[in-house]
């Protein structure tokens, strides 16, 4: 069975930081990985996917590894901004015939001004 | 083009009453998950969808709970007889096809409270 942790479970920086999320699941056997940002009483944003066969994707301040012998992948996030506020989920994709998502239980980031 | 739609954005239910949360998936997609959310936990799978079927519903719980994406019209899922446990997020997320390289986009979510 799948399962999905992510350090540290908050991280609280000053603005203009560069930081670094972790994510690390125990079965290597995934189909993706994504990476979603969450502001409070909103729905989930999809930041980054990395398919089983890439080692990162970039998207503007954001990269995102995948080590899947390893069992872990990182976010990180450069030059951090207030606006970067938010909870960042990582989630594993099972390949079960479809695409289910794990999630761990998130990042909550605080970025100050 | 409209993101994934959920409604009602927040439900309150007595004990013992039904709940109906609807979901419209992105233009385009045919394929349809439900996620619920309970206080303080992470997002777990609840049931995957194609139009007029039912792909998968092991993280559906057995009783009381049932979900449909007919030809026409949204996604839902219906809860019957309500109880406090029930009281969570429930997000709907949709994708073009169930292939590796496609993401899956979530909706604003449905917070249900049961009074």
């Known amino acids: 069975k799948q399962e999905v942790t992510q350090i540290p479970a908050a991280l609280s920086v000053p603005e203009g930081e560069n930081l670094v999320l972790n994510c690390s699941f125990t079965?290597?056997?995934?189909?993706?990985l994504q990476w979603f940002r969450q502001d409070p009483g909103k729905g989930l944003t999809s930041l980054l996917l990395i398919q089983s066969s890439q080692r990162e994707q970039t998207s503007g301040r954001l990269n995102a590894s995948l080590d899947k012998s390893s069992g872990r992948s990182t976010l990180y996030i450069a030059a951090s901004q207030p606006g970067d506020s938010a909870t960042y989920l990582c989630?594993?994709?099972?390949?079960?015939?479809?695409?289910?998502?794990?999630f761990g239980t998130g990042t909550r980031l605080l970025v100050s001004p | 083009n409209a993101g994934v739609m959920q409604n009602p954005r927040h439900l309150v239910r007595r004990r013992g009453q039904e709940a109906r949360l609807r979901c419209s998936p992105m233009?385009?997609?045919?394929?349809v998950y439900w996620y619920r959310q309970l206080p303080e936990e992470g997002l777990k799978f609840m049931v995957y969808l194609q139009k007029e079927n039912i792909i998968d519903e092991s993280g559906m719980p057995k009783e009381r709970f049932s979900a449909e994406f007919p030809k026409e019209g949204p996604s839902i899922l219906r809860i019957q007889q309500v109880v406090r446990g029930d009281s969570a997020a429930y997000f709907c997320?949709?994708?073009?096809?169930?292939?590796?390289?496609?993401?899956?986009?979530f909706g604003d979510g449905t917070r249900l409270s049961i009074l």
């Open positions: 233009k385009g997609h045919s394929h």
């Open positions: 079965d290597s056997a995934i189909y993706n």
């Open positions: 989630a594993v994709g099972v390949n079960t015939g479809f695409q289910k998502l794990v």
């Open positions: 997320a949709s994708s073009r096809d169930s292939h590796s390289n496609q993401p899956q986009h």
